[in-house]
């Protein structure tokens, strides 16, 4: 199997590490792995790409290639430069440093990589791992995805539901704050939606005296309704969430159009 994986958080991220072990075990001695992820942060440029202008991708070592862009860019860059035409057979992407749940799916890069591989007709999944108190003290914060992550995946590509539509399904798997012992399985979820929080802007003065902006994220340990994917999460459960990329509210087209005529 030959896979290709991405982040948000950057090439010298720590999840990217562990990303590359879970996409190992997927493929297997006999597969390849290859990475082009992006040169520096993209966390929060969803489904960005470098429309109007070049980027720059230069290659780190044997299958590893770092690119000036967003997470969509680097699967583009992988697709039609670095695999130069050979497709992968999977695209992973993460695993990001904090949650991917709830409204964070729309701002999240990590999202974005994976559903630009789905638009382009490549399976993928997109992995995150949720941050929290009961971490604290942990000496690998991700060990929840790292020890479960293989098996999910697996699980996805011999149970889950692939399609072949024009807008063709990829997954959204959140893995719980807490340590990788106390993780109670999986569950499949809907996206939620955490009420009461949302980002905002906040004023700051620099030194020199000019006024900034900072882009703030509301609190994450806010839970979803029930059954929905941040809520599983902070019961301890991996939150498995399947998507496509059409944005249509297709329970309002019947009314919609019966109001307009």
């Known amino acids: 199997m030959r896979i290709l994986i991405t982040n948000d958080d950057g090439i010298n991220a720590p999840g990217l590490e562990v990303l590359t072990e879970i996409a190992a075990a997927i493929a297997g001695p006999e597969g390849e792995v290859w990475t082009v992820a992006p040169a520096f942060e993209q966390s929060g440029v969803g489904h960005c790409i470098s429309y109007t202008h070049p980027m720059m991708i230069a290659k780190l070592a044997p299958r590893r290639f770092a690119a000036e862009g967003s997470p969509a860019d680097c699967v583009l860059a992988g697709i039609y430069d670095v695999l130069q035409g050979a497709r992968p057979d999977l695209v992973l992407s993460g695993v990001n440093r904090g949650n991917n749940s709830a409204e964070n799916v729309l701002y999240s890069g990590t999202i974005g990589g994976a559903m630009e591989a ?52 990829f997954y ?74 059409d944005l249509t509210a297709h329970d309002l087209l019947a009314e919609l159009e019966a109001r307009l005529a």
Do not use: C
């Open 172 to 245: 959204n798997v959140n893995f719980p704050p807490l340590p990788a012992a106390r993780v109670k399985g999986v569950k499949v979820a809907a996206q939620g939606f955490r009420r009461d929080t949302s980002f905002s802007a906040e004023a700051q003065l620099s030194p020199t005296g000019r006024r900034y902006l900072w882009i703030k994220g509301g609190p994450q340990q806010t839970p979803t309704l029930p059954g929905t994917d941040a809520a599983v999460n902070l019961q301890g459960h991996v939150s498995v969430t399947p998507m496509r990329a």
């Open 118 to 169: 789905a638009l382009q007709g490549i399976p993928a999944i997109a992995l995150s791992q949720f941050f929290g108190p009961e971490m604290d003290g942990l000496a690998d914060p991700f060990e929840a995805a790292r020890q479960h992550g293989p098996g999910v995946v697996k699980a996805l590509l011999e149970r889950g539901i692939w399609t072949n539509d024009d807008y063709r399904v």
